[in-house]
């Protein structure tokens, strides 16, 4: 069965496993429980999903790509992403907990401002959370807090109660992140060579003019992570992001340029990649503080 199901609520998803929804925009579910089981689904989420998968019972594609998770992992979906599952099983309860939760749960909140910084949401292929046992223990923790105040019924302070208990295990997930970025210093210093390697070949010869300036996602792309962990883990490691590095270079380009040639100021802007002059003149401007015929007068004194 090939049906695309539009997720676009936590109850839709409960029916779908036989599980109890106790508020219509949050629930947290245990697949051990389910009476029912999907042996493949694509789902298009309109609401937020994290899963603690504590064994590996499905293969998961994320956009075109099978997203490489283990036992004892996380991963998440926020709403406009698809995936698909595929079972691999006979059993219809899994070892597999998680909280579902609408956007609309967040309005009027500070989480509602928020959610965007827990970028893991959109983390894709080989970025799922490697908890250890005890990193496990508090998400469990998490979770089971939250269905208490799901069990305890509805009240005028409910909806903060529950957005709060949210927040914290978002920044849990948030802090083993970083913990996982920290843990896997070999991996990420390769990446950040590869990255400098990169951005060099990109301004040699005439690739810069003729494409203009590059992107974080066209590194991100080369280097076959999301753009939001490739920015995550290059400002972990070096306290800068992407664009920054990627301005520097510019910089660095420019200076060499500006001293070791005779072409113009707008020459070097488009052989640099930019598409006005002006706005490689606002950048310089801003990174070095005077204006590149400025810089290209005090070098040549």
């Known amino acids: 069965m090939n049906k695309i199901f539009n997720l676009g609520s936590v109850d839709q998803y409960n029916k779908l496993y036989g599980l109890e929804t106790l508020n219509p925009l949050v629930s947290v579910i245990n697949l051990n429980k389910a009476t029912r089981q999907m042996n493949y689904a694509h789902w298009h989420y309109g609401i937020y999903a994290l899963y ?100 305890h019924g509805v009240d005028k302070h409910s909806k903060t109660l529950l957005v709060n208990y949210i927040e914290l295990l978002l920044n849990y997930c948030m802090r083993f992140y970083e913990r996982q970025f ?34 974080v996602k066209y590194f991100a792309d080369k280097i076959c992570l999301s753009p939001n962990y490739f920015g995550d883990m290059v400002k972990k490691e070096t306290g800068r992001t992407p664009q920054e590095h990627i301005q520097e270079k510019v910089i660095e380009m420019a200076k060499e340029r500006m001293i070791g040639t005779e072409d113009t100021v707008s020459q070097i802007a488009y052989s ?19 204006t590149p015929n400025e810089y290209r007068i005090q070098n040549n004194l």
């Open 272 to 290: 640099l990649g930019f598409q006005y002059p002006q706005h490689f003149c606002r950048l310089f401007k801003k990174r070095v503080g005077c």
């Open 52 to 151: 603690l998968k504590l064994e590996k019972a499905c293969d998961i594609r994320y956009g075109r790509q099978n997203y490489d998770y283990q036992e004892g992992t996380i991963v998440c979906f926020a709403p406009g992403q698809d995936a698909e599952t595929t079972l691999i099983t006979d059993r219809v309860q899994v070892n597999a907990l998680g909280i579902l939760f609408h956007p609309d749960l967040l309005l009027g909140t500070s989480l509602g401002k928020t959610i965007k910084k827990y970028t893991f949401f959109s983390y894709e292929v080989n970025e799922a959370l490697h908890l250890s046992e005890e990193e496990r223990n508090i998400i469990m923790d998490c979770l089971r807090i939250i269905r208490l105040e799901l069990e």
């Open 182 to 215: 920290v843990t896997r210093s070999k991996a990420n210093h390769d990446v950040l060579t590869r990255f400098e390697q990169l951005l060099d070949n990109y301004f040699s010869g005439t690739f810069a003019e003729q494409n203009g300036l590059p992107t």
